[in-house]
Each structure stands twice: as structure tokens, then as C-alpha cells.
């Protein structure tokens, strides 16, 4: 059973800086792509930042230059660099990774004060 968990949240002001991180219980190499979404209060779950196996990376239109994504083979990780952080940023981050099968971490809480 794969297993993710998300790391890193808290609470910040506005233009500071937070690195997620998400610790996989098996090789990142495994999954075809890993990702991270943000889920705001009241709103639908949203992927802003996906790495592919070959090492691509993609985001979404609201975190472009701000956020970036990244792994770790060594240590089953994947990191998610959040500068420059907006209030718009607040809610849930949570890890997902893809093989055959769908995976979700918890989700970590950040909080952006204006």
C-alpha cells in the first residue's frame, strides 16, 4: 500500500516563502508523475504543479514563477518551493501520485495573511 504523507505547511504573510514536501513509502521512480493540488476553503481541489517520470515539470497559470517542483529519487520525495506566497494561496496542499493506480496524501494547511 502506497503511502504519501505532506509535510511543510503553516502559516505566513504575504511575499514570504514555504517548501513542501511529500515523503512517498516506495521510489518516486515508480510513479509515472507526481503532483501537488491546492484545495482553497469552499472551493474544488485544483492540480498547480505536476512533475513527470522523464523530469518535466508543468503549472498552472497561477502559481507560474512563483512555485516550483522537484524531486528527490534518494530520498522518495517530492518538494514543492512556494515563494512569493498570495492570500489567494491559502487552503489544503495535498500530494498525489500515479501509476496504475491514483494515490493522495493527507494534505498540509497553509495559511497566507495579508
Known amino acids: 500500500q502506497v503511502q504519501l504523507v505532506e509535510s511543510g505547511g503553516g502559516l505566513v504573510q504575504a511575499g514570504e516563502s514555504l517548501r513542501l514536501s511529500c515523503l512517498a513509502s516506495?521510489?518516486?521512480?515508480?510513479?509515472?508523475?507526481m503532483g501537488w493540488y491546492h484545495q482553497a476553503p469552499g472551493k474544488q481541489r485544483e492540480l498547480v504543479a505536476i512533475?513527470?517520470?522523464?523530469?518535466?515539470?508543468n503549472y498552472a497559470d497561477s502559481v507560474k514563477g512563483r512555485f516550483t517542483i522537484s524531486g528527490d529519487i534518494a530520498k522518495n520525495t517530492v518538494y514543492l518551493q512556494m515563494n512569493s506566497l498570495k492570500p489567494e494561496d491559502t487552503g489544503v496542499y495535498y500530494c498525489a501520485a500515479a501509476s496504475r493506480d491514483y494515490y493522495w496524501g493527507q494534505g498540509t494547511q497553509v495559511i497566507v495573511s495579508s
Open positions: 512533475i513527470l517520470k522523464t523530469g518535466t515539470t
Open positions: 516506495t521510489s518516486i521512480f515508480s510513479f509515472n508523475a
